[in-house]
């Protein structure tokens, strides 16, 4: 084991450790190790939640800003750039926190894999330079206790073995204890694939149907929590809604293939993940939504106030006579007035007798004219 997967897996086995000594419960303990993570990332959860929720409402911005700029990409970029300030938005936020959830699940599995130096603590050198594993491995040989399993899991059997001759190991190494790893009448030992075997070949029991049972209970809930993930999603574009689609069943039906292979603690792990997880997104979805609405709302407000600040503003502002008419169009002007009034009156007088102006008309002037 390397220094920095050592350093990185102590508080979490530190914690694991003091929850079994409340509890007492190996099962109960992990789910309460859930618990504690969850709350640890709540806040980042948060802000991860709700900056994802705002760059999902503004999908339809980008779309507009993308047909506007077309192939332009250094334009695209920029006007991009300046919506996200203007949103205060961090297109990158919440990637880290994302990433997290990955380093706990390798320490996890690092500690029920090797419950007997990560779990109980014992790692300590013997004073003679022979550790005290060693020392619990002899003993239990020495008292005809056969160590079983594939080696990388060899030390779940020496806990087995020091929970069955705790009194003789503890002689040896007083920091040993037992540890019943049974939950709810199912070992979190085993490996829910040999119960598939078991199956196979006519092995039924209720404990081999929950070993089966607990990776596909975490497959499906995890699909519940990427169903209710993706409603606040309001992606237009085709290739990324089909990208989407794809995570939201690829991710379950690979915890389904890794809760068949690995020890069935962890699958009681990520359904007490999921069932938490299922109800933060529920209840942070409902709050983020009202809270963004309204911020949109007031964002609108300000915007309509402010147009109408400007037009009262133009209204009020004093007429001046504009200083770009030039002195020639002002001639002009008066001289289309004066030509026009000139053939007004001149239509008029040619068809005036007496006090009618239009008594005559004009084409048969000469007629009239003749009378007088």
């Not at 699940?105 to 014992?122: D, G, Q, T």
């Not at 911020?295 to 009020?316: G, Y």
């Amino acid at each position: 084991m390397t220094l920095i997967l050592r350093i990185i897996m102590w508080p979490f086995s530190q914690l694991l450790n003091i929850l079994f000594t409340i509890t007492g419960s190996y099962g109960l303990s992990i789910i309460l190790f859930a618990v504690v993570i969850k709350l640890l990332m709540l806040y980042p959860s948060a802000k991860s939640k709700r900056n994802m929720m705002h760059m999902s409402r503004m999908n339809p911005k980008l779309q507009e800003i993308k047909k506007r700029c077309g192939n332009d990409q250094q334009r695209y970029a920029l006007e991009v750039q300046k919506l996200y300030q203007e949103e205060h938005v961090n297109p990158m936020g919440g990637c880290l926190w994302s990433l997290l959830p990955l380093p706990i699940l390798i320490a996890l599995y690092s500690i029920i894999r090797r419950p007997v130096v990560n779990f109980m603590l014992i790692n300590m050198s013997h004073a003679d330079a022979v550790s005290n594993l060693e020392l619990i491995r002899e003993k239990l040989r020495a008292l005809g206790y056969q160590i079983t399993g594939q080696a990388s899991y060899e030390e779940i059997s020496i806990a087995k073995g020091i929970t069955e001759h705790l009194d003789e190991v503890q002689a040896v190494v007083p920091q040993a204890f037992g540890i019943d790893f049974s939950f709810l009448g199912v070992d979190l030992t085993a490996i829910p694939w040999d119960a598939v075997s078991q199956l196979t070949h006519g092995h039924f029991s209720m404990d081999v149907l929950g070993l089966v049972m607990l990776p596909i209970v975490s497959g499906l809930l995890s699909l519940t929590l990427m169903v209710i993930s993706q409603r606040t999603s309001n992606t237009v574009d085709a290739a990324m809604k089909s990208q989407q689609t794809m995570m939201m069943f690829m991710m379950p039906l690979m915890s389904v293939y890794i809760g068949f292979i690995l020890p069935a603690s962890l699958g009681i792990y990520w359904i007490a993940m999921s069932i938490f997880s299922i109800g933060q997104e529920v209840i942070l979805q409902k709050y983020y939504g009202a809270k963004l609405d309204r911020e949109e709302a007031e964002r609108e407000e300000a915007a309509r106030m402010d147009r109408i600040r400007r037009m009262e503003a133009a209204k009020n502002r004093p007429q001046v006579q504009s200083k770009n008419t030039s002195k020639e169009k002002q001639k002009r002007q008066q001289q289309n007035g004066s030509a026009h009034l000139k053939k007004k009156n001149s239509t008029t007088e040619a068809g005036r007798v007496g006090d009618r102006p239009y008594a005559r008309g004009r084409s048969f002037g000469s007629h009239y004219d003749d009378l007088d």
